[in-house]
T-cell receptor, first 113, second 113 residues
Framework: RKEVEQDPGPFNVPEGATVAFNCTYSNSASQSFFWYRQDCRKEPKLLMSVYSSGNEDGRFTAQLNRASQYISLLIRDSKLSDSATYLC??????????????FGIGTKLQVIP | ETGVTQTPRHLVMGMTNKKSLKCEQHLGHNAMYWYKQSAKKPLELMFVYNFKEQTENNSVPSRFSPECPNSSHLFLHLHTLQPEDSALYLCASNPLTNRQQQFFGPGTRLTVL
């Protein structure tokens, strides 16, 4: 089983649609969770951290379910500029003095006019 | 601008060449990382340095040799690479806080002929 598993997509959605991505992780000792966004041929950038209570940032909502070991990202009212790859990132399980960080393969989103 | 710079941005080299990738972070962080991103694969952690000390070598072939002269600079020395080493090489840093957010540089796109 992959440490962090994501559907690579692509997800093709019309402008204004709501789209949800899920991510599962295998290490129950994981402590921190993030969604990163990566535009084509660019570096990943932090989109938002994911907290146990769930958190929202504008049109973006992230949820964490520790019991089922999955994380979700909901994007409402999709914009063309949301087109990118969304990386699920999990950290935890100390290794050599730092927390191990594992990336999912990313889910590609294409918002269509 | 993320505060993490990488040079060169693009590199084409033959299998017998020796080259070096450079990363510099202006964020005062204590940890620096090298990642490899190949097509259709998740980011692969290669090396981790905490306070200039290497704390992780993720079974990386010896043709990749990292160097961290101080906590702001990180190098990846390359020699006798293979075509399958062609990828985007990303440098990242973080302050070693609990949340472990990674700040990425723009990457070096490497092509090995």
């Amino acid at each position: 089983r992959k440490e962090v598993e994501q559907d690579p997509g692509p997800f093709n959605v019309p402008e204004g649609a709501t789209v949800a991505f899920n991510c599962t992780y295998s290490n129950s000792a994981s402590q921190s969770f993030f969604w990163y966004r990566q535009d084509c041929r660019k570096e990943p950038k932090l989109l938002m951290s994911v907290y146990s209570s769930g958190n929202e940032d504008g049109r973006f909502t992230a949820q964490l379910n520790r019991a089922s070991q999955y994380i979700s990202l909901l994007i409402r009212d999709s914009k063309l500029s949301d087109s990118a790859t969304y990386l699920c990132v999990v950290s935890g399980g100390s290794s050599g003095g730092y927390q191990k960080v594992t990336f999912g393969i990313g889910t590609k989103l294409q918002v269509i006019p | 601008e993320t505060g993490v710079t990488q040079t060169p941005r693009h590199l084409v080299m033959g299998m017998t060449n020796k080259k070096s990738l450079k990363c510099e972070q202006h964020l005062g962080h204590n940890a620096m990382y090298w990642y490899k991103q190949s097509a259709k694969k998740p980011l692969e952690l290669m090396f981790v340095y905490n306070f200039k000390e290497q704390t992780e070598n993720n079974s990386v072939p010896s043709r990749f040799s990292p160097e961290c002269p101080n906590s702001s600079h990180l190098f990846l020395h390359l020699h006798t690479l293979q075509p399958e080493d062609s990828a985007l090489y990303l440098c990242a840093s973080n302050p070693l806080t609990n949340r472990q957010q990674q700040f990425f540089g723009p990457g070096t796109r490497l092509t090995v002929l």
